[in-house]
């Protein structure tokens, strides 16, 4: 495929690819600093790839996009040809049921994303100075692979709003869902954050927090080389556990913590609370440039409220002290508003070659756009901070 002075090629992993090309496009500020998104850094999609969590068997099929100008990378996108929509976090399932009611076969899709992982950034991966056309490559590229493939559609799920704005302009529709964020207003300590709440929700998360401090043991925060081999083997117990209560089969392998282990330390907040210096439950967080995302919590004994200490209070500390501007913990949860997590809008793209399933798809995200307006504005209505006159 050209794009004028750009070319487009696939590759089946990201071992055709230097890490230096890669992250010249997904994290050129790493430079100076730590990555913005640490999720789209080649350390942690290859850790994906060389662990087996995805590829094989998994109904994740590595296909990167990769733009060139001449010898140079300008621009990439990780891009999975999926056989199922499971850990994707933006469903699809009802436009997947549509389209197989209508005779088609929706799958195998494609899917520009990072597995596993509900966490907005960009997805369209372009080098300095070359945006508006290496995204015009990637769109083009993907809605083209899609048509020549006879493929039922191709979505970038949990993409900027910058991007979503681009993809409208070249026939993909944009879709609106919610998280809910937690943002640090330039907290100098948890109590001030504290004091921004209505009374009674001030007593019941200090509440909240003391039952879950007073489980028996100690809660500690394990980032960089603090972070031993040790940890990880009590926390795969606790993403086994996790993981068979609410999909059956963890989508990460034992090799991925390992892999992390090796490349990502420094970009890793491990929570662990522990008793006699054995970790009974623990939550896991990537620390970004601006932001901390948690991303899996599991446990070994059941404590009241230590779920909210570990994966919400814990991460909220630990931006105050880093300076950190926001906490995104991950997919779902209306009980997060009560704990300061706002709702916030997701957003993602979505092509169909077919004309009428397209027109379909359109009218009913229409409508779905206004409903989860609608239900943002009475969420935000029932936020826990106080009112002021």
């Not at 495929?1 to 992993?13: C, H, I, K």
């Not at 209070?313 to 926001?326: C, E, K, S, T």
């Amino acid at each position: 495929m050209d794009g004028g002075a750009l070319s487009v090629t696939l590759v089946p992993d990201l071992g055709h690819v230097s890490p230096q090309d890669w992250d010249s496009c997904a994290c050129p500020e790493a430079a100076s600093g730590r990555p913005s998104d640490p999720f789209t850094t080649y350390r942690f999609l290859r850790a994906l790839e060389t662990s087996g969590s995805v590829g094989g068997n998994t109904g994740w099929e590595p296909r990167h996009l990769i733009v060139h100008a001449g010898a140079q990378v300008v621009a990439v996108a990780p891009m999975y040809v999926k056989s199922h929509s499971q850990g994707e976090y933006i469903f699809d399932h009802a436009f997947a049921q549509a389209y197989q009611r209508a005779g088609g076969d929706y799958y195998p899709k494609l899917q520009v994303a990072v597995p596993f992982t509900p966490a907005t950034g960009r997805r369209l991966l372009t080098a300095p100075d070359t945006g508006d056309a290496g995204h015009a490559a990637l769109l083009q590229a993907l809605a083209q692979i899609a048509r020549d493939n006879g493929l039922s559609s191709a979505h970038v799920t949990f993409c900027t709003e910058d991007e979503a704005e681009t993809g409208a302009q070249y026939g993909f529709l944009p879709r609106v869902t919610e998280q809910f964020h937690w943002e640090n207003r330039a907290y100098a300590g948890f109590d001030d954050f504290l004091a921004d709440l209505s009374s009674r929700k001030r007593k019941s998360i200090r509440k909240e927090r003391a039952q879950a401090q007073g489980f028996g043991g100690d809660i500690r925060q394990y980032t960089g080389a603090d972070i031993r081999p040790a940890h990880w083997d009590a926390f795969w117990s606790f993403y086994q556990d996790t993981g068979a209560r609410k999909w059956g089969i963890p989508y990460l392998t034992r090799a991925f913590f390992d892999h992390i282990h090796d490349t990502m330390r420094n970009d890793i907040l491990l929570v662990l609370a522990e008793r006699d210096g054995q970790p009974v439950a623990g939550a896991l967080n990537f620390i970004g440039r601006d932001g901390l995302f948690g991303r899996y919590w599991g446990c070994v004994e059941d404590h009241p409220c230590l779920h909210f200490e570990l994966c919400y209070y814990q991460a909220m500390d630990y931006a105050i002290v880093n300076g950190l501007r926001r906490v995104e913990a991950g997919a779902q949860g209306i009980h997060k508003l009560a704990r300061g997590y706002m709702p916030s809008r997701v957003h993602s793209l979505h092509y169909f070659p077919q004309p009428g399933f397209h027109d379909a798809v359109a009218r009913y995200l229409a409508d779905e756009t206004q409903a989860i307006s609608d239900e943002m504005d009475v969420l935000r209505d029932h936020a826990p901070f106080r009112k002021h006159p």
